[in-house]
């Protein structure tokens, strides 16, 4: 597996020159549009799919990057640029916004200084989340304006577009992207950056201090600005129709939609809102007066369809089409058939050919398959809360070491939950939360810190692997770098858990790799009944922190194929054969031997000291703790 | 219905084998071509070893950034298990072009499955056009094998509708800003495996 990109690698196509045509991602492409727009100020917590739009803005001069401990933090930053006077842009995925919604919902009060823009990437289909979100509601919620592209083009225009709307209506502006604008690269025409001077903070207590008083007073200008932002959208050119032949059906659309829409329908007339909330009405009403019958395609929620049947507009929409995941051309074309009259469209050719599936893993030498290798062990004596992250592939074989995985830094409450209401059933289990360094940071402080306060009955594991793995090792707090590779102060994980209350004795920091030795202090901390904090560090073996020692290998004529080194969940383990033997008993057992493949292994050495027989050795004397591990017994 | 003039490369594999990459090089090579370009993929956290397919669409006009099943006209499979996975995207006529390298993921190696046992044979029997690559092999006869993609993507550029130099001078060009060292390398690579894929071809 290839590790993380290095940033200096290679020059990225979002440098280019004005007038250049480079093939960009749609979140290439919203950083190059603020940055044309003049941006000073981006925040973000990585998230997929939004997490390239902060990490290509930060290749970009002349602006300030950073990665904030979590969405609610960024979108504070960002606030505060804009009140400085600068144009700032904080982005994150749908549930981080989430996160952010509380300073998104009072700021919207008082309006922006200088130009503010969130970016909000929604996975739709959820490749990589807990949940789907349609984040166009923020918009109604927060009666700020949505623009919606649908292709990295798009995304660069509408990036800029947002700021000069943003300041001319003094709102925040929510950019709107799913991961079909997101990860698609198309070729974009970039253009130059304007450079802005700051305006300088403008002191008005009256407007930015929100106290009830003045909250109050600024309400109505909510209302206001929502009403001249309608009018907006009937005018805007983002809101347009491409007229079509066949006028039995009309199709009202936005997003990545537009585009499958177009693919699949190009008789039909299309009208794309790229600015659609608020819903152009008025516009909507033309258009549906040229054409027999309408249909909203939008994804993922009827959020345009609402808004468009409550002003008494008759369309169809998710009484035809599904109201999550994609509405790519395959699901489009046998919903909208029978609407034309037409037969639905013929199969695929060639059938897809039946085979094993193949989940995500965690990587070889994975620092967490330590971690639950042990919880395996101790299942049936533990409720295990588990995280977002990496970590959460522990629900999975050949560990099933997970009960629960619900948001960020959820793990710690809900454990506490588990802990204060448990019933007769559960009264003998210990309660574990496995949390990840960043998502720790990001989220799972106060549920500890509420764990001491409450005197739960909690074992807390941190995986402390010193980066944002999941999202493509990101620097945070704890790492001890920057946004861009530079020192910066690195927080102290055993302290910090001290300082929120959890006694020392209780505070063990240990290595993932030494397996016995983990093993012991795992046990050893969920017997006491008190919140107690197990630190697991070793680095992320994809980051540059990770140094790879010589590959292990199975001596064929020890392993006696008991297949205990596979239930560490190395994907560099492979069965070299099975066999069966007849125990003394009568039962036939099935006996699976290993083998290791020697380029896939970096030489953490887990396998070896999970193997009874040790028939797992070194290819080569290796330094430090893979030596010492090798040396060891069996957990 | 009509379709937008597009012409369709599925790219499928394991997380890790550098399929996505090997879609951003043909996706490169095509708007380098002059061509309008959709590179997509859902990416997250099926990197982690799981299945990767990046959907590469280009012609003079490109609108849904996605394959649908039943239209690719090149299937491009860094694995034999996961060609047989995306075998129904390919259009009737498509052609499957696939590394005979067999990664068997965990679940298959703890007994839970087992691995097809003649994927190739399979997707010949339901009528599809099969050109098979050793280019593993292929990169191991070069002395290194992280040439692989390098070997595929070789084989990949007969299929193209653009000159292969083209796709080479971006391939490798690569490693003239980042490792200078590899350039030979990877256009003995690049060489190797057009010179392979024109063989099936002519045999095929």
Redesign the interface.
Known sequence: MAPFHSKSEALHPVLAATGARVLLSGNDAIARGAWEAGVRLAAAYPGTPSTEILETLSLLPDVYAEWSVNEKVAMEVAIGASLAGARALCSMKHVGMNVASDALMTITVAGVAGGLVIAIADDVGVSSSQNEQDSRFWGRFAHVPVLEPADPQEAMEMAKFAFELSETHATPVILRVTTRVCHVKAPVTVGARIERETAGFQRDPGRWILSPINARRQLPLQAGREQRLAAVAEASPLNFATAGSDRRLGIVTSGAAYLHVRECFPDLPVLKLGLSHPVPLGLVSRFAAGVDELLVVEETEPFVEQAIRAAGIAARGKDVLPRTGELTPDVLRPLVAPLLGESAPPLPPYPAGETFPRPPTLCAACPHSGIYYVLARLRKKVLISGDIGCYALGAGPPWYALDTVVAMGSSMGIALGLDKARGDADRSKAIIAVIGDSTFLHMGMQGLLNIVYQRGNITVIILDNRTTAMTGGQDHAGSGRGMHGEEAPRIDFPRLVAALGVRPERIRVVDPYQLPVLAKTVREETEFAEPSVVIAQRPCVLSDFYQATPPFRVVDEDCTGCSNCFNVGCPAIHLARSAQKTLATGTITELQFAVIDSIACTGCGLCARACGPKAIVATAPADGAAAGMAAAGRC | ????PALNVFLCG???Q?VMTAA?LI??AA?AHGF????????????????VTSHVRFGPK?????I????ADLLLAFEL????????????GGIALVNVLRL?????????????EQ?LV??RA???CVHEIDAGGIARELHD?RLVNTVMLGAAAGFLPFPAEELESLVVG?FA??KPALVAANRRAFAAGRMAAGRMRAEG
């Open positions: 219905m009509l379709m937008s394991v997380g890790g550098g951003e996706a490169q708007v309008d370009c959709k590179k997509s993929e859902i990416a997250g956290i099926s990197q982690r070893g799981g299945v490109v609108l849904s950034a996605v649908t099943p039943g239209s298990a996961e060609a047989l996975r995306a075998a129904n995207y390919l259009k009737r068997p993921p965990p679940v298959v190696s703890m007994g839970l499955y087992r691995y097809p994927p399979e997707l339901a009528g599809i094998l690569r800003v980042r």
